[in-house]
């Protein structure tokens, strides 16, 4: 297993541009191989589960191919193009393909078998194929199709009112891609607010919703067509570097052409809730999606505050809670976050394992049955850590690292490869001193 070991750092100043929004890029091939015609996608992240959505479409019979400047290129002829595969689609540990995909399957008229790593087979699934069953689909797989691998028998959709539990981007995206493959006006209508790329993108490749609050409506049956998709850098590839120039005295950081939509935002507004600087910047629209440079700074002569995450803020920064811990222990006075239970089933139990990881490293935080509360102001120490397997994990600990004292060493870091490759190139160049135009894209 791959190590990653981070020295104590301060003073970071400079720009960077982060890979391509992980989520963003999901959905373009996905419905750039739906759609009719050519679909380019521009600054696809080509990391792990981006791959595996890759793979699952090529089995799917979507024509996929890359053009020499990086774009890949999507050439569909509508759902009725993709054919029944002939092996099992392996989702790796993307949980994010596994579920969008599920609601393709379950609209087209074949046999379809999904399937994932260690990870990905513990994730709950039945969010998705209860309602993917009530539209029509025959769904099957481990506790009663709870859990991969599922097997999934489509076609002759009807359409659904959901209304989810959890608030979850994923759940309503596939309820939404296999509504587009049913007959009749399907609806979800989500306890709150969550990202929103698949209705914008839903728009750009010509269909048509109606929203209301969150409420979506869409109607079955409508014809795609293919488009170019330029996808923005992740923001929540972004949190770290902007945390660290949050905790670290003395920095400031841009991260230049970066997604700021909505319901991915939540974590900036917490940091300017805690007392750091944050700027937005050269605020344009791109395909569809709102894109701006983020600036974040450490509090001029201060300290960080804690403060309390729950409710509806939680799914607008679910991916970043780990990286919101790490700034917690940074700041003075508690924080506490709350309504956040869905955590424990991610990549890794991400409430327990920020927890133990952050106590080694001299945190005082205690694991809530959802959430965690965090008594900021301990110096950080530099302490064995891991990942487990765990891409967020790796990166909030090592950012951790740069605000502890001595050496910290962080196992399974090769795990950051399932959504930011270049982080440890990229964090070096910051650490090392060569912080302007540090380059992770």
């Given at each position: 297993?791959?190590?990653?070991?981070?020295?104590?750092?301060?003073?970071?100043?400079?720009?960077?541009?982060?890979?391509?929004?992980?989520?963003?890029?999901?959905?373009?091939?996905?419905?750039?191989?739906?759609?009719?015609?050519?679909?380019?996608?521009?600054?696809?992240?080509?990391?792990?589960?981006?791959?595996?959505?890759?793979?699952?479409?090529?089995?799917?019979?979507?024509?996929?191919?890359?053009?020499?400047?990086?774009?890949?290129?999507?050439?569909?002829?509508?759902?009725?193009?993709?054919?029944?595969?002939e092996g099992i689609l392996d989702c790796g540990n993307a949980g994010t393909a596994m579920r969008l995909l599920l609601g393709v399957a379950a609209g087209l008229p074949h046999f379809t078998v999904l399937d994932g790593d260690a990870s990905l087979r513990r994730r709950p699934m039945r969010r998705v194929t209860e309602p993917l069953a009530r539209m029509g689909a025959r769904v099957d797989g481990r506790q009663g199709g709870a859990t991969a691998p599922l097997a999934v028998r489509g076609g002759g959709l009807r359409a659904i009112r959901w209304q989810p539990e959890v608030a979850s981007a994923q759940v309503k995206s596939s309820i939404l891609l296999a509504g587009l493959l049913a007959d009749g006006e399907t609806v979800v209508e989500e306890p709150a607010a969550t990202r929103d790329h698949t209705e914008r993108m839903l728009r750009g490749f010509g269909a048509r919703l109606d929203v209301a609050g969150t409420r979506i409506a869409l109607t079955g049956g409508q014809r795609l067509t293919g488009r170019q998709v330029d996808v923005p850098g992740d923001l929540s590839a972004a949190a770290f570097f902007l945390a660290a120039a949050a905790i670290l005295p003395g920095s400031r950081v841009t991260v230049q052409a970066v997604g700021i939509n909505p319901g991915r935002t939540g974590f900036l507004d917490v940091l300017a809730e805690m007392g750091a600087e944050v700027a937005l910047t050269e605020q344009r629209d791109v395909t569809g999606e709102p894109v701006a440079d983020v600036t974040v700074a450490a509090p001029a002569g201060g300290r960080l505050r804690g403060v309390r995450?729950?409710?509806?803020?939680?799914?607008?920064?679910?991916?970043?809670?780990?990286?919101?811990?790490?700034?917690?222990?940074?700041?003075?006075?508690?924080?506490?976050?709350?309504?956040?239970?869905?955590?424990?089933?991610k990549e890794s139990d991400r409430l327990h394992e920020t927890a133990v990881h952050l106590a080694r490293m001299g945190a005082a935080i205690e694991e809530r049955r959802d959430g965690l509360q965090i008594r900021g102001g301990a110096r950080l120490v530099g302490a064995e850590v891991d990942s487990a397997g765990d891409h967020r994990m790796a990166m909030a600990l090592a950012i951790?690292?740069?605000?502890?004292?001595?050496?910290?060493?962080?196992?399974?870091?090769?795990?950051?490869?399932?959504?930011?490759?270049?982080?440890?190139?990229?964090?070096?160049?910051?650490?090392?001193?060569?912080?302007?135009?540090a380059h992770a894209s």
């Open positions: 297993m791959a190590e990653l070991r981070v020295r104590p750092s301060e003073g970071w100043q400079g720009t960077l541009r982060v890979p391509g929004d992980k989520s963003i890029s999901h959905r373009a091939l996905i419905l750039g191989a739906l759609a009719h015609g050519t679909t380019r996608v521009r600054n696809w992240l080509p990391a792990g589960d981006c791959w595996s959505t890759r793979r699952c479409l090529l089995a799917l019979g979507a024509a996929i191919a890359e053009e020499p400047d990086g774009a890949v290129v999507v050439t569909g002829g509508g759902p009725q193009a993709l054919r029944e595969p995450v729950a409710g509806e803020l939680v799914p607008r920064l679910v991916d970043e809670v780990p990286i919101l811990a790490v700034v917690a222990a940074c700041a003075q006075g508690d924080t506490v976050i709350a309504d956040a239970a869905d955590l424990r089933t951790a690292g740069l605000a502890a004292r001595g050496e910290t060493v962080i196992g399974g870091a090769e795990s950051v490869g399932i959504s930011f490759p270049e982080f440890p190139r990229a964090l070096a160049a910051f650490a090392g001193g060569d912080r302007s135009g």
